[in-house]
């Protein structure tokens, strides 16, 4: 059960967008629309942003969106805001029942 | 509105076991389709996913974890528990509780997480 792949870090100015990958294979990223997104600020707890791909759970500012292509999946926030900064993690669905986080993205608003 | 509260020892020896409970109110534990979850978070590192419970009683658990992980829950107490045997260095850890409803793929609702170092 491997993590799946997520670059260490991503930055951008206030206003812009920015897009996190989360890369996996056929077996889980690609096999099933059961990926989810979380944002962790530090001290906190992680926060649903995202789940099954692209849909965003009550409350969520739709600057936030997701989608797949193939074995990797995408969390893109647009018109960044001081506030975005944060780590960000993707989950997903593996088979029997179980899941597997990726390594987890720090985002730095320049 | 659910909430969820972890509860246990802050200090855990070497080889022994680790043993948190996760209190869940506003709601019940027995709500058809939940998954109750732990994950648990390494200080400075990222998320790891340790296993869940169905409210019909089923377990899943980590491939990595699984020979050392036990999830129960108790729906008179409206909780769920974990433990955690032969624990070493390597296990300590930030562990949260939190909610998957059945059918999606999103932990919607999480506890706070409790710091659990392994030491003697």
């Known amino acids: 059960q491997s993590a799946l792949t997520q670059p260490a870090s991503v930055s951008g100015s206030p206003g812009q967008s920015i897009t996190i990958s989360c890369t996996g294979t056929s077996s889980d990223v690609g096999g099933y629309n059961y990926v989810s997104w979380y944002q962790q600020h530090p001290g906190k707890a992680p926060k649903l942003m995202i789940y099954d791909v692209s849909n965003r759970p009550s409350g969520i500012s739709n600057r936030f969106s997701g989608s797949k292509s193939g074995n990797t999946a995408s969390l893109t926030i647009s018109g960044l805001q001081a506030e975005d900064e944060a780590d960000y993690y993707c989950n997903s669905y593996i088979g029997s029942s179980t899941w597997v986080f990726g390594g987890g993205t720090k985002l730095t608003v320049l | ?120």
């Open chain 2, 1 to 120: 509105q659910l909430q969820l509260q972890e509860s246990g020892p802050g200090l855990v020896e070497p080889s022994e076991t680790l043993s948190l409970t996760c209190i869940v109110s506003g709601g019940s534990i027995s709500s058809s389709g939940d998954y109750w979850g732990w994950i648990r978070q390494p200080p400075g590192k990222g998320l790891e996913w340790i296993g869940n419970i169905h409210d019909s009683g089923s377990t899943y658990y980590n491939p990595s974890l699984k020979s050392r992980v036990t999830i129960s829950i108790d729906t008179s107490k409206n909780q769920c528990s974990l433990k955690l045997s032969s624990v070493t260095a390597a296990d300590t850890a930030i562990y949260y509780c939190a909610r998957r409803r059945g059918g999606t793929s999103g932990l919607d609702s999480w506890g706070q997480g409790t710091l659990v170092t392994v030491s003697s």
